[in-house]
């Protein structure tokens, strides 16, 4: 019972925040409730017209279908570890509750217990919820019967509690490791995990070998490479095993991975409860010892300029000197460098084994057409680092806001010099995405111009819709600024972002697609053509200020009136 | 040198300060005393720029605070009564950081720096980060990057929480010192002995509103008791003595949960 007691004040949380925020609180949920529903309808729509096309293809249309549970699955995965170890390092050993619970007469197996579901939920419910529309379309496509959707919670479940029980154990295990309260060797351990988990997944799956059956030495090593299980040691291919039979007839039985997938759940919540009840003590122990925190291992990476000495003549550079040292100390930040590299370098392999030489028609304005959609690409990109990075900044004062409220500084100035702190790196990582793609890509001379020259200008907007946003919506009690980035005000953004982004890219690709055609043709421009090329130029340039001015005199405003 | 004119803040239904009105000469030491929610902190935000009041006006050093923010915030020192802080900069880092935010940029920066550092003795944790540092060793670095670019007013909720005998005294001394020099200091305390000691004035606030205030002579003869404590006249003042007759027997009562 007491079990239930320590879960208790999470569901009174989430049931006072619903009912006890007025309003605006159900205005929120309502808002994120529609938006949720609206993504759940478009991921349905996506996977039901995908396998409505698979089954369309002849002898190996299933297989593919086949192919892509095995992709969602071994995704969802990698997805519920990496989370799992997340939500775990703080529900175990960082919440501020733990003091409390702890000094409580509560044995260490029911405080396991309490925490293990309250593990398992928080980091399941997301991939439940975009899971959900993939598996109801391949049982409308495929018109499977009520078994298979009971077979299909029966799948599940045990999944997600193999996941949380694996991800359980690993965290007990690096806290032996690494001090719970200085996590910044395990989130860097975790971020290396991520990176290899990317790479396996994407060397797995073999995208590209799908899309060139000519590279296969005969059709029949094709149809075998296809229908190769990617690793029978792996919980995705018990679960896709287990649930392909009642979708399909299939030689082999559902029933039996059923089982093995719920006798291997079982097992594995046993083995984490014996490492839990061995190791946590210890473990939450140590995770209060706060030895002596050494600074200045990254002073050497500041730029000289921004260093404490030159830093106090002006109040910017002092707060742009603040965001760097707290940047590169800071854990949580700087470890997620690692991921955006490790994106960049997928992002452009992808563009690099891109097929253009197989597809019919004209390569040139591929290469072209990709390479300006690319630019699109690239700002949504930068929205979803801006979200984690740029939005959180505001917040990122956290309770400390106080000395910045108090202190003669504007929050003009506050914001701005957060605005010119983000727009570098930006800046930089954009250039990259869009010079290093035409280069793959060997778009036309104007192209490798136009490109990073839309998305300096974009980055602007980019970055000031964050920082302004994250004004807007500051959460300066947050006990892990992540979770300001996943809230209302990050969604708002990410939807703004794009919108913006998008708005950009419409407005572009009329005049590129008439000066592209003129110089394709040699024809040259009607004055009606130039007017209409002009035009979208200017709108371009309006929409890109009032993406600047906008988000950062409202986040002026809204911030100064603060008073948290 | 502080002014406060019908200073009110209104969250929603509930006034948590109406209409306080009072002043502060330079160089005294002004105590704001009152119960839990008595509007304390409201108005120590208030003062301090952090909250904006609902209605009434508040001038330091003859500027409007609401007018010339930036100005008035410049001449005053503020110190909260919970220690939040930047834990990812090292003790001499904040104080930099601190003196460029109040534009001190001075010659002798780095040695007043320095001279506050070992006052406070964070000295030898000058370059250690501040989240390793102790509640009581956070409120002396926030007490030194307060002082460190000589403000004319100085404002504090609760100087002396979580500080040990050694850091109160310390405190004390440099409160009288600040006196002697003009400094006009601006504080909240639950410590009535410390009010007593320290305080000029004394102003008692209760349910938002400004009950009384004057020396601890002055309240005495205004709440007629013969206990010469102030905790006595704060009790009176704020009708908080009867609730000391409260049955209070169930606390240590049969039914016990220890086996």
Known sequence: ?564 | MIRLKELTKRFKQVTAVGNVSLMVAPGEIYGFLGPNGAGKTTTIKMLAGIMRPTSGSIFIDGLDLLKNPIEVKARVGFIPDRPFLYEKLTGSEFMSFMASLYGFNGAGREKRIQQFLELFELAEWARELVGSYSHGMKQRLIMSAALLHQPRVFIVDEPLVGLDPKGARLIKRIFNRLKRSGLTVFMSTHTLEVAEELCDRIGIIQKGELLAEGTVTELKELAGQEDPRLESIFLHLTGAETESTEDISFINQENSSIP
Request: hydrophobic share 55%.
């Open chain 1, 1 to 564: 019972m007491k079990v239930l007691t320590l879960l208790a004040p999470r569901w009174w949380g989430f049931r006072n925040g619903l009912f006890f925020g007025g309003r605006r609180s159900l205005i929120k949920a309502g808002s994120l409730l529609a938006l949720a529903i609206g993504f759940w309808v478009g991921i349905y729509v996506i996977f039901y017209r995908v396998l409505r096309y698979f089954q369309a293809v002849e002898e190996f249309g299933d297989l593919l279908a086949y192919k892509l549970l095995t992709m969602v699955y071994l995704t969802f995965f990698g997805l519920l570890i990496f989370s799992n170890v997340l939500v775990a390092l703080n529900t175990f050993f960082l919440s501020q509750d733990l003091e409390i619970i702890h000094a409580t007469p509560v044995s260490i197996g029911e405080i396991f217990a309490a925490r293990f579901l309250d593990t398992l939920v928080e980091s399941s419910w997301m991939v439940l919820l975009f899971g959900i529309p993939i598996f109801t379309a391949y049982g409308l496509v495929y018109q499977a019967s009520f078994v298979y959707y009971l077979g299909l919670v029966s799948v599940i479940v045990p999944y997600l509690i193999l996941a949380a029980a694996l991800g359980i154990t690993l965290t007990m295990i690096l806290v032996q490791v690494f001090p719970a309260q200085r996590t910044r060797d395990i989130l860097f351990l975790l971020s290396l995990l991520v990176i290899i988990l990317l790479f396996f997944l994407f060397r797995f799956t073999r995208p590209e070998r799908l899309v060139d059956p000519d590279a296969f030495a005969s059709v029949i090593t094709y149809f075998r490479a296809l229908s190769a299980p990617a690793s029978p040691y792996l919980p995705s291919s018990w679960a896709s095993e287990a649930i392909w039979p009642l979708l399909r007839p299939s030689t082999v039985s559902s029933g039996f991975y059923q089982g093995f997938l719920w006798v291997n759940g079982l097992a594995s919540v046993v083995v984490c409860a014996f490492v839990a009840i061995w190791v946590y003590p210890g473990g939450w122990s140590k995770s209060q010892e706060s030895g002596r925190l050494f600074a200045g291992r990254f002073l050497s990476l500041v730029p000289k300029q921004l260093r404490p000495k030159k830093a106090r003549r002006s109040q910017t550079l002092a707060l742009m000197g603040k965001d760097l040292k707290f940047f590169f100390r800071d854990n949580t930040q700087w470890s997620q460098l690692l991921l955006i590299l490790a994106l960049i370098v997928l992002y452009l392999y992808n563009y690099s084994v891109l097929p253009l030489d197989s597809v019919m028609g004209s390569t040139f304005y591929l290469q072209n057409l990709i390479a300006f959609l690319n630019v699109g690409l690239a700002g949504f990109v930068l929205a979803s680092i801006g979200v984690r990075f740029v939005f959180t900044a505001v917040s990122g004062e956290g309770f400390s806001f106080w000395i910045m409220q108090s202190a003669p500084v504007s929050m003009r100035r506050l914001l701005w010099s957060k605005f010119l702190f983000y727009l570098t790196p930006l800046l930089l990582l954009g250039l990259i995405l869009t010079i290093a793609t035409n280069e793959l890509l060997q778009v036309s001379a104007w192209m490798r111009w136009l490109a990073p020259i839309t998305i300096f200008s974009m980055v602007f907007g980019i970055t000031a819709l964050g920082v302004g946003m994250g004004a807007v919506f500051p959460d300066f009690k947050a006990e892990n600024i992540t979770q300001v980035a996943t809230g209302f005000g990050g969604l708002l953004y990410m939807i703004l972002a794009m919108g913006f982004i998008t708005l950009v890219v419409i407005l572009e690709a009329g005049p590129v697609y008439i000066l592209f055609m003129a110089q394709a043709r040699h024809h040259s421009l009607s004055f009606f053509q130039w007017l209409y090329v002009g035009g979208s130029i200017l709108l371009m340039v309006l929409v890109n200020i009032v993406a600047v001015w906008l988000p950062m005199h409202y986040g002026i405003r809204k911030l100064a009136a603060y008073e948290g």
